[in-house]
């Protein structure tokens, strides 16, 4: 299985600190760095699948902190019934780009029997392929979970809020493929992450970014990209000239493209060097007077 051999989080230089506006609390995806030996992340890092001949080694994080009652939202996508059990979820104080691989196999008991680190088994019940659920900690430091039909449980209590808290998600058992839809924090007005964005990588499990032809959510707003022909367009659209050089020596994208994969991922498409500040080189028609 094919691993990410090196990724530069930042914590929040390319993922929290980007705001659409004041209601949004950042993008979120699975952690590229930190992942389990089975798991496989594909869909923009926002699906994560587990070899399903084995029931554990599934571990993924949050790409970033979540807030106090920032309700994280899953869906299962898949379940295998020869394991039993299924997912455990919970939250850790300690970071994803700052643990070391290959990931402990499993979060209940190798993960909570050590300082910073809170998750709980769901019941099977809770996880057929299909359904939906969200998780949180709250203001007094307790995780709840809420399922398809809005039942909701107290998983434990005793969270530490004084640091940051990372999501940790254990696709254990039963369930064998996750997606991550997002998160949202209620209040007098409510507050989401990013949307997520529609198929950007195909569902190929190799955790590399490949952004392929005809790739949705990328919408043309504006015409200061000209369509190109064959050999100079832009490696998202398709249909754009690649007039954005990027600090790695790649110039693959269109202006447009370019502002969304740094803010979703950070990275070259083409080497998967982290994009700091591009430089976009736009041709100047000149004026004839």
Request: with cysteine; charged share 20%; proline share 6%.
């Amino acid at each position: 299985m094919k691993k990410q051999n090196s990724y530069e989080n930042n914590e929040g230089a390319s993922q929290a600190s980007h705001r659409c506006s004041w209601r949004c609390l950042g993008p979120l995806t699975f952690h590229t760095q930190a992942v389990g030996d089975m798991v496989c992340l594909s869909h923009g890092h926002q699906r994560a699948e587990r070899n399903k001949d084995t029931f554990r080694n599934g571990l993924v994080f949050s790409s970033r902190p979540l807030k106090v009652q920032e309700r994280l939202r899953l869906r299962v996508e898949k379940d295998f019934f020869k394991w039993n059990g299924s997912l455990r979820v919970g939250f850790t104080n300690v970071s994803p780009s700052g643990r070391s691989l290959p990931l402990p196999s499993m979060a209940i008991p190798d993960l909570t029997n050590t300082p910073g680190h809170w998750a709980a088994a769901l019941p099977e019940s809770f996880c057929p392929a299909g359904a939906e659920l969200e998780f949180w900690v709250s203001a007094g430091g307790s995780i709840y979970i809420s399922g398809n039909n809005g039942t909701g449980l107290k998983l434990l209590t005793g969270v530490d809020l004084s640091r940051p808290l990372w999501a940790l998600i254990d696709i254990y058992g039963q369930a064998y493929s996750i997606s991550l839809l997002g998160s949202e924090k209620q209040g007098l007005v409510c507050r989401r992450s990013c949307p997520a964005a529609e198929a950007l990588l195909p569902p190929d499990c190799d955790n590399q970014l490949s952004l392929a032809p005809g790739v949705s959510g990328l919408e043309e707003d504006c015409d200061e990209d000209m369509e190109t022909s064959e050999g100079t367009s832009c490696v998202v659209c398709m249909t754009k000239e690649a007039r954005v050089t990027l600090p790695c020596g790649h110039r693959c994208l269109c202006s447009q493209c370019s502002s969304k994969v740094s803010q979703q991922f950070g990275t070259c498409p083409l080497c998967r060097h982290q994009i700091s500040a591009p430089h976009v080189q736009i041709r100047r028609v000149p004026v004839l007077v």
